[in-house]
Nanobody, 125 residues
Framework: QVQLVESGGGSVQAGGSLRLSCIAS????????VGWFRQAPGKDLEFVAG????????VYADSVKRRFTISRDNAKSTVYLEMNSLKIEETAKYYC??????????????????WGPGTQVTVSS
């Protein structure tokens, strides 16, 4: 079992930056893909970015390309999401998720087995 905990959320003005972190509890983390999702109030869960277990393969939602960067440090069992040029409409709860073993690329919620509790990101004008 892999437990995930997100941190780094908070409030920021539009155009600002935040870095989210996702720390995993188990060694299995190093052999699974990890993704970030977000859910705004009243909206569906949305895929944001994902990184393979090696860190070599990375996928992004079109809406965040060239602004967000996902990376991982397997030695620290941590995945990061660097978010720049944040927009008001990106206010949401952001979740870290671990993919099913052997599944990659993974862009939908159904391909992810482990989920963190989420961290709130609020972007204001």
């Amino acid at each position: 079992q892999v437990q995930l905990v997100e941190s780094g959320g908070g409030s920021v003005q539009a155009g600002g930056s935040l870095r989210l972190s996702c720390i995993a509890s188990a060694g299995t983390f190093r052999s699974i893909g990890v993704g970030w999702f977000r859910q705004a109030p009243g909206k569906d869960l949305e895929f944001v970015a994902g990184v393979s277990w090696t860190g070599v393969s990375i996928v992004y939602a079109d809406s965040v390309k060239r602004r967000f960067t996902i990376s991982r440090d397997n030695a620290k069992s941590t995945v990061y999401l660097e978010m720049n040029s944040l927009k008001i409409e990106e206010t949401a709860k952001y979740y870290c998720a671990g993919a099913f073993p052997g599944v990659w690329p993974a862009r939908t919620r159904f391909e992810y087995k482990y989920w963190g509790p989420g961290t709130q990101v609020t972007v204001s004008s």
